[in-house]
C-alpha cells in the first residue's frame, strides 16, 4: 500500500514513521510512507495555503487550488488506478472513525491523507476531488495531522505481514464487535494484586474460554452497544 500525506508541517511525522510498526513495515517494503509539503504545489512568492473566509468571520481557510493539485499530482505520480485509491480529508465533520470502516480502506492500494488547519478545508474540495471526510472523534484538534497518524497506523497493522504475529489483530478490540480481553504478564503477584489462576494453569482450552468470557463481560460493562449492533 502507498500512503501520501498532505500537510503543511510534514515535520511532524518524521519521528511517527521511524518506530515500532510503521517502520518496521516500511523497511520491508509492505507500506510506502510519505509525507508531502502542501507549499510544494503553490504558485505565488509567499507560497500562500490559506485565505480569510467569504462571508467573513474568524481564522483563515485551507485553499483549494494547492490541495487539488497536490492530491492530482500524487495521484498521477503513483501509477495506480483510482478505483484502487481512497482520498480523505480529515475533518471532526466527517464518518466517526471505526475498525470496520479500516478494514475497508485496507483493500485500497494507494491511501491520500489529508491534514487541515485553521478553520479547515474550502468545502469544494470535497467535491472537486471525490475525498470522503473521516474525523478521529467528537473533539476538535488545532490540524489533521495527528488524525492522519491515527488512520495511517491503524491501516498499516492490517497490512499482511505488518504484525509480527497476525493473529494479535484479530484478537483487537473491535475486530469481532468485542473489546479485547485483559492482559497480564508476570510476576504473578504484585502488591497482593493475583494474575487469574486460570492462566498460570496451562490449560489452553480454559485459557481460551476465560478469555472469551472476559472479553464479552467486559464489553457488556463497558461498551454494550458494540454487541447491540453485532
Ligand atoms: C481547528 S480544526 C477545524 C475545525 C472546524 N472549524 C470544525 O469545527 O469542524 C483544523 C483541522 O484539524 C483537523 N481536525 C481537528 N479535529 C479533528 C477530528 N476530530 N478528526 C479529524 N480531523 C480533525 C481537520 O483536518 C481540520 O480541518
Redesign the pocket.
Known amino acids: 500500500m502507498r500512503i501520501d500525506i498532505v500537510t503543511i508541517f510534514p515535520e511532524m511525522f518524521r519521528d511517527v514513521f521511524e518506530f515500532g510498526i510503521l517502520s518496521r513495515a516500511r523497511d520491508r517494503g509492505i507500506v510506502d510512507l510519505s509525507a508531502h509539503d502542501l507549499r510544494k504545489w503553490t504558485t505565488d512568492r509567499h507560497r500562500t495555503t490559506d485565505d480569510s473566509p467569504y462571508g467573513g468571520g474568524p481564522?483563515m481557510v485551507?485553499k483549494i487550488e494547492p490541495l487539488v493539485a497536490a492530491v492530482e499530482e500524487l495521484a498521477a505520480k503513483s501509477g495506480i488506478d483510482s478505483s484502487k485509491r481512497r482520498i480523505i480529508?480529515?475533518?471532526?465533520?466527517?464518518e466517526p472513525?471505526s475498525q470496520p470502516k479500516i478494514r475497508l480502506l485496507s483493500a485500497a492500494e494507494h491511501v491520500v491523507l489529508?491534514?487541515?488547519?485553521?478553520?479547515?478545508?474550502d468545502e469544494r474540495f470535497v467535491v472537486a476531488t471525490g475525498a470522503e471526510e473521516?474525523?478521529?472523534?467528537?473533539?476538535?484538534?488545532?490540524?489533521?495531522?495527528?488524525?492522519a497518524m491515527v488512520v495511517a497506523d491503524a491501516l498499516v497493522r492490517l497490512l499482511p505481514g505488518a504484525l509480527a504475529d497476525p493473529a494479535s489483530a484479530q484478537h483487537d478490540s473491535f475486530s469481532d464487535s468485542v473489546l479485547d480481553h485483559p492482559h497480564y504478564t508476570r510476576p504473578a503477584l504484585f502488591r497482593g494484586l493475583r494474575v487469574p489462576e486460570v492462566l498460570l494453569s496451562g490449560d489452553h482450552a480454559a485459557v481460551d474460554v476465560w478469555r472469551e468470557q472476559r472479553a464479552l463481560e467486559d464489553t457488556r460493562a463497558r461498551r454494550p452497544e458494540l454487541l447491540q449492533s453485532s
Request: hydrophobic share 35%; charged share 15%; net charge negative.
Open positions: 481564522g485551507m480529508l480529515l475533518s471532526p465533520r466527517g472513525l489529508v491534514s487541515g488547519r485553521y478553520e479547515g478545508v473521516i474525523s478521529i472523534g467528537d473533539y476538535v484538534l488545532s490540524g489533521g495531522e495527528i488524525p
